[in-house]
């Protein structure tokens, strides 16, 4: 076991191993302490020991969040701060950054049981009754004791004739609720609106603004409305223990303690580790990138069957990393190769909640790092995943500084029309609640929701489920066709699943074009010729100076020549080098730049009946 990946993986799923007096303290998600790994932390606690204490320098002031005093002002969060900001910029119309969850509900259904279920959810976290106004200039939050929920009910029953055109409606009107903004000033910024379809065939969506709310919170999200709803239903009332700290307590503890040295050093590891990145990946795009971003998106759809996942888990096992690191190194080598280049940034958001005290919590944790590889085409699959390993875990010990931090401390050159420091995003999810019943008789299922917007280029989201791992591409349709990302995914697939059999191979053998594909390509390059086989090509070229003497032959820039412009220049530059001994199996050099003189000279080899060799000037 390596443990710096073992510890990683651990990272990602939300447990959090730290020294205290010389032991090891495990805290967060315990339903990802599996007994083999649990057995594997037993059997390496040494290593792991040896490892902590040299990245911490022997210590560890892990100690746990509490309810903080709260001031006058309460501060945001540093993730929030940048949320915040880009709102201003979008003076508060955007709904850019709206996170939304919805589900299918059929069968009998209780409404007042929804909104009651909805209300204990809206007073149990405080980030939901949370506003953001500014305080001596300053952006500070306000939490309100009491807020109304936002709850709707819109019947669409009956309006359209076929099954086709109401699925349509259905989505046309989860996408008018996700794109409606929120006043982060005056209004709740947690809505909720149900569709009835039928009286046993409702659809429900939940939708928060992401500045106080991530990934993880949906989950929360919806794991307790399935909860209280259920309780609600069966008269119970709220069955859900009391949360040990809220939202603002742990902003007011970052402020108080992620500063000074520990945030510095992190702060240089990004500036050292992203400097000299190129500004654009310049992805092969059908259309022109515009002056400004408009955020408009779509979303493309595809499947990496659970055969090929169970046999990259396994892969990612004996190379002793994870998964995640086996799928992102698959595409740092596509986008290497669509970019023809070899320097590949990549952003992924990490969950920022290694506590136990803030799992439960609704809120914005998530914090998003750069993950930048060095693509060499003559490296192995291998040694590319051990690097791209490293990077992963530097990241994560390095998760503090928020996004926007980075970016004002490297200060790259800034435009409205490219995100800065990457425009391609990479994340692996856990399946949230997709299915439950309730013993009401009503059976629920998270649907997919479409919000039309793309913040980046790309955008590729992996979730996994029992099935496998459904893949979803978000794209800026200002720069893609729907076809150009699906071509797109069908090359990462291929790439995914060559992986094994090309594992000690250069990465650039790594098959990533389709069988049609690669038909095509063979049949382009059928440039086959039937052409006299007893004269030289500068013979055959005075054939054509014969034929259409002032047909123009070559053009470079503004000059141009015609046939027997360049045949007659040819023709001195041959009789000079006879006259100077050369002849057959006689080299002459030609060092000259991508200019009308390189074709000359070389057709005035050729007649010369000299041997042409180029030179690289």
């Not at 979008?90 to 850019?96: I, K, R, S, V």
């Not at 993880?216 to 409305?225: A, C, D, G, R, V």
Request: charged residues 25%; contains cysteine; aromatic residues 8%.
């Amino acid at each position: 076991m390596i443990v710096s990946e073992f510890l990683a993986e651990l990272k990602r799923d939300g447990v959090h191993v730290s020294l205290d007096g010389g032991e090891l303290v495990i805290k967060g998600n315990k339903a990802a302490l599996t007994p083999e790994r649990i057995g594997e932390l037993k059997a390496n606690k040494a290593a792991i020991l040896g490892f902590l204490n040299e990245i911490s320098g022997g210590s560890d002031t892990d100690e746990p969040i509490t309810v903080q005093q709260r001031p006058e002002h309460i501060p945001l969060s540093l993730v929030q701060q940048s949320y915040w900001f880009l709102n201003q910029l979008e003076d508060g119309q955007g709904a850019t950054y709206n996170m939304p969850i919805a589900f299918r509900i059929k069968g009998e259904l209780n409404v007042d049981a929804i909104r009651e279920a909805m209300t204990m959810i809206l007073q149990r976290h405080e980030a939901l009754r949370t506003n953001f106004v500014m305080v001596a200039d300053e952006p500070g939050q306000v939490i309100q004791d009491e807020v109304e929920l936002d709850f709707d009910i819109i019947d669409i029953e009956g309006l359209m004739p076929n099954v086709a055109e109401l699925e349509s409606e259905i989505n046309r009107r989860l996408i008018d609720v996700i794109r409606q903004p929120f006043d982060l000033e005056n209004e709740p910024l947690f809505r909720v609106r149900l569709l009835r379809i039928t009286a046993t065939d409702h659809v429900m969506i939940m939708c928060m603004h992401h500045i106080v709310s991530d990934g993880w919170s949906l989950n929360i999200l919806s794991k307790e409305f399935i909860q209280l709803y259920g309780a609600v239903s069966a008269g119970k009332g709220n069955i859900l223990p009391p949360l040990p700290i809220q939202y603002a307590d742990y902003a007011i503890w970052q402020s108080e303690h992620i500063k000074g040295a520990p945030y510095d050093r992190q702060l240089d590891y990004w500036k050292q580790k992203l400097a000299g990145l190129p500004p654009l990946l310049e992805l092969p795009s059908d259309r022109p990138r515009p002056p400004a971003q408009s955020y408009r998106g779509e979303t493309c759809k595809f499947t990496i069957s659970k055969s090929l996942v169970d046999e990259l888990t396994e892969f990612s096992r004996r190379e002793s990393t994870t998964l995640f690191n086996v799928l992102l190194t698959g595409l740092d080598i596509l986008l290497a190769r669509y970019a023809d280049t070899e320097d590949i940034a990549v952003g992924t958001a990490i969950a920022n909640r290694s506590r136990p005290e803030l799992e439960g919590l609704i809120g914005f944790f998530v914090n998003t790092v750069v993950l930048r590889n060095r693509v060499d085409s003559n490296t192995t699959f291998r040694d590319l995943l051990k690097q791209v390993t490293t990077t992963t875990l530097e990241a994560y010990a390095n998760p503090d500084v928020p996004f926007d931090g980075v970016v004002e401390a490297l200060q790259p050159e800034r435009s409205l029309s490219v995100p800065p420091i990457f425009q391609v995003m990479f994340r692996l999810h856990n399946q949230t609640v997709q299915k439950a019943s309730t013993d009401q008789g009503s059976d629920i299922e998270a649907i997919t929701t479409e919000t039309k917007t793309a913040k980046l280029d790309i955008n590729f989201s992996l979730v996994e489920t029992e099935q496998g791992i459904q893949g979803n591409i978000e794209y800026a349709t200002d720069l893609f066709d729907p076809d150009t990302i699906e071509r797109m995914a069908g090359h990462y697939l291929n790439l995914l699943q060559s992986v094994t059999n090309y594992v000690d191979d250069p990465v650039s053998r790594l098959p990533m074009l389709t069988d049609a594909e690669m038909e095509k390509v063979h049949e382009w390059n059928a440039t086959n010729e039937v052409y006299p086989q007893d004269e030289c090509m500068h013979q055959l070229f005075e054939k054509v100076v014969a034929r259409v003497p002032n047909k123009r032959a070559y053009v470079v820039g503004d000059e141009s020549f015609t046939y027997r412009q360049l045949n007659d220049k040819a023709n001195r530059i041959a009789h000079y080098l006879k006259a100077n001994g050369i002849g057959p199996e006689v080299r002459v050099g030609l060092c000259v730049g991508r200019t009308p003189h390189m074709a000359i000279g070389a057709l005035g080899i050729f007649k010369s009946d000299g041997v042409y060799v180029p030179l690289d000037p």
